[in-house]
């Protein structure tokens, strides 16, 4: 059981480039979460997932997509990279019982990005 | 959500215990106070959370006032590794979208 996990870890993106940050849960959790740290701030959320099929905007989602095809993965798209795009992206889930969730966020060990 | 207070900052010696205050006034009903932490580098981490009571885990205890509108969480002997930035959240699981909602949190400094 692996928990959370993001790849890439690092990654170094030109303007206008895109890329995808691939995010597995292998806990059969319904919601995932993106979120975005940017330097001695706390997380914001950029889109979340309730199940497969699933998806919404969280508090800063210009500039991603997301996609849930899978209850295991939920990767987050940024199609035209900009460097206020520069942070550390975090994927979590928790667990959840009839659509109400009852357990904490395990959170993955984040990918580093950063946009020149 | 409601909103949380926490110090920026705190030091501690090793082998001390810590005291992490954290004000939430305008705390519902139906609000959990949960704790955070983050390592440097890492993804953050569960520490604990509780409703009302006192809470004890293996990593920490949760001291939660009689009236809810403050919260302690209480490292009983910090060691090095304890030094991280924690977190104070509330969360409402049936009125919210499950997201947590961070503040800067309180840097924890552990000197040796």
């Known amino acids: 059981n692996a928990g959370v996990t993001q790849t890439p870890k690092f990654r170094i993106l030109k303007i206008g480039q895109s890329m995808t940050l691939q995010c597995t849960q292998d806990m059969n959790h319904n919601y995932m979460y993106w979120y975005r740290q940017d330097p001695g701030m706390g997380l914001k959320l950029i889109y979340y997932?309730?199940?497969?099929?699933?998806?919404d905007k969280g508090e800063v989602p210009n500039g991603y997509n997301v996609s849930r095809s899978t209850t295991e993965d939920f990767p987050l798209r940024l199609e035209l990279a900009a460097p206020s795009q520069t942070s550390v992206y975090f994927c979590a889930s928790p667990s959840s019982t009839s659509g109400v969730i009852t357990d904490t966020q395990y959170f993955g060990p984040g990918t580093r990005l950063t946009v020149l | 959500d409601a909103k949380t207070t926490q110090p920026n900052s705190m030091e501690s010696n090793e082998e001390e215990p810590v005291h992490l205050p954290c004000n939430h006034s305008?705390?519902?009903?139906?609000?959990?106070i949960h704790w955070y932490r983050q390592l440097p580098s890492q993804g953050p981490e569960y520490v604990i959370h509780?409703?009302?009571s006192n809470v004890n885990n293996r990593m920490a205890s949760l001291a939660i006032a009689e009236d809810r509108k403050s919260s302690t969480l209480i490292l009983h002997r910090a060691t090095l590794r304890d030094a991280a930035v924690y977190y104070c959240i509330l969360i409402n699981y049936g009125g919210s979208q499950g997201n947590l909602i961070f503040g800067k949190g309180t840097k924890l400094s552990v000197k040796p």
């Open positions: 997932s309730v199940g497969a099929g699933i998806t």
């Open positions: 305008t705390i519902s009903g139906t609000d959990y």
């Open positions: 509780g409703l009302t």
